[in-house]
């Protein structure tokens, strides 16, 4: 399913974990509204203004994968409000400066950014 026109629902579903640990990442249809909410007003945006792809690390999780890696108890990823992408210069300040966001960490070697 096409959430914009450079983000698929499947890419944000994607986890190795999941695979891993056999961990159904199921999600409803307001997660998934919550999900293309993000990406209409924060990843479209960023990609358009830098005119490169983005790659997601990790986008929806249910809460069985939440538990999985770690997160924590009440993340927007949970909610289909949050992802995490590859650090790239530019980006959080470009997102920190000109997006919507409810959260915005720089992890370092990932951005999480929340809406």
């Known amino acids: 399913m096409q959430l914009t ?3 698929t629902l499947e890419e944000m579903l994607r986890s190795d ?3 891993k ?6 999600i409803t249809a307001e997660e998934v509204n ?7 007003k924060v990843l479209e945006p960023l990609r358009q203004h830098f005119g490169k792809p ?3 690390n990790s ?3 249910c809460k069985a994968l939440n538990d999985a890696v770690g997160g924590a108890k009440n993340s927007y990823h949970t909610k289909g409000r949050a992802v995490d992408i590859p650090f790239v210069p530019g980006h959080y ?11 915005l960490i720089n992890e370092g ?7």
């Open 17 to 19: 974990t999941a695979t």
């Open 59 to 61: 986008g929806f999780r």
């Open 21 to 26: 640990k056999g961990i159904e990442n199921r």
């Open 93 to 103: 300040a470009y997102i920190r400066d000109h997006l919507p966001h409810t959260e």
């Open 5 to 7: 026109e450079h983000f």
């Open 109 to 115: 070697s990932w951005i999480h950014v929340a809406l």
């Open 34 to 40: 919550n999900l293309q909410k993000l990406c209409q």
């Open 54 to 56: 983005i790659r997601i």
